[in-house]
């Protein structure tokens, strides 16, 4: 519970330290000018994609409930950061690291909008069985305090006390 707690707040802090971290990589370690182009263009990418996935991981019920993120999150969100550290190390590996990037973008984006998804539909399935449960138990009589179920009455009695009848006339 502890690394999950730890990685769900990660995932706040990654939309703001991988973006950076992806710019200070390339002064680093980095070079050329047609590099920095495709860093403008990645950046502000990384960032967006970052903060949707943590949006959407956020966005569950369980997820606030309980403080911390999945294990599916942990791993499919932890990889894709991962990848995204190792491309700010700008190597030899970096094409194999960027292609592992995006295609982990794409799976940690539909995996986070599966668990929403399943996760709304456990908890709207339990609403409905509570209200289930709650509409049969008032359909159906209780018994008095001596055990008996009470008479049915007719919907009008002796003690309702004055009825009025409009009866229409069509000519």
Known sequence: MLIRRAFLRWLVAATVVLPIWLAVGWAVFGGGGWGTLGLIITVPVAFVALGIIALLVWARPT???ERAASWTDVAVVGLWHASIIGLGFYGDASGFLGVAAILLA???FWAAIWQLVSDGARRMQATMEEFERVATA???PTPDVRGEMPARRPP???DDGEVIVVREVRD
Do not use: E
């Open 138 to 140: 008032q359909s159906r």
């Open 106 to 108: 794409i799976g940690a």
């Open 156 to 158: 009008f009695g002796d």
């Open 63 to 65: 997820v606030r409930a």
